[in-house]
T-cell receptor, first 111, second 117 residues
Framework: DAKTTQPNSMESNEEEPVHLPCNHS???????IHWYRQLPSQGPEYVIH???SNVNNRMASLAIAEDRKSSTLILHRATLRDAAVYYC????????????FGQGTELSVKP | DTEVTQTPKHLVMGMTNKKSLKCEQH?????MYWYKQKAKKPPELMFV???????INESVPSRFSPECPNSSLLNLHLHALQPEDSALYLC????????????????FGEGSWLTVV
């Protein structure tokens, strides 16, 4: 299974931008990069995904390196409700499209 | 409606009991998943169903028995579990995967908290 590496934890201040990094040096050309987050006592929630180009949606932005070996999830203005574990996941079609979670980054947001 | 509904939310069972976890979605998704999550750990994939047929079994012990009676429902039958099987069990669904298309969003339920005593 394709692997991702994320910092175990990060801290942010409320209303400031947050950049969550992810390394995926073994990514193949057809792997999509997915980000999910899991709030306490809830199931994982989709955040964003991309293949090669940077992506924006109402929740976040995803910046993908040109060589695709790393990516960064950007929360433009962190709120207290963004405190969660953020998972960067490579989804490979040749593995049945399995979503295999790595260890994730636990984000804490300070008021 | 982008909801995956799981019941029960909490279940306590003895090691000799037989119980079932249920999952339902009405998004027309033809791929459904079971994940297991221990405290402070990421979710681990257990099973994947495509078109109501089991397509992936991640070497899960036979005391866990999945069933997909129709395109909206997914069950996980539990029998002779061990205390170490206590965990959060997550159900998820997505549009059916096609070769080269792994950008589909997977929608997760809130999970069923299982305690084996």
């Amino acid at each position: 299974d394709a692997k991702t590496t994320q910092p175990n934890s990060m801290e942010s201040n409320e209303e400031e931008p947050v950049h969550l990094p992810c390394n995926h040096s073994t990514i193949s050309g057809t792997d999509y990069i997915h980000w999910y987050r899991q709030l306490p006592s809830q199931g994982p929630e989709y955040v964003i995904h991309g293949l090669t180009s940077n992506v924006n949606n109402r929740m976040a932005s995803l910046a993908i390196a040109e060589d695709r070996k790393s990516s960064t999830l950007i929360l433009h203005r962190a709120t207290l409700r963004d405190a969660a574990v953020y998972y960067c996941i490579l989804r490979a079609y040749n593995q049945g499209g399995k979503l295999i979670f790595g260890q994730g980054t636990e984000l804490s947001v300070k008021p | 409606d982008t909801e995956v509904t799981q019941t029960p939310k909490h279940l306590v069972m003895g090691m000799t009991n037989k119980k079932s976890l249920k999952c339902e979605q009405h998004m027309g998704h033809r791929a459904m998943y079971w994940y297991k999550q221990k405290a402070k750990k990421p979710p681990e994939l257990m099973f994947v169903y495509s078109y109501e047929k089991l397509s992936i079994n991640e070497s899960v012990p036979s005391r866990f028995s999945p069933e997909c009676p129709n395109s909206s429902l997914l069950n996980l039958h539990l029998h002779a579990l061990q205390p170490e099987d206590s965990a959060l069990y997550l159900c998820a669904s997505s549009q059916l995967l096609e070769t080269g298309r792994t950008g589909n969003t997977i929608y997760f339920g809130e999970g069923s908290w299982l305690t084996v005593v």
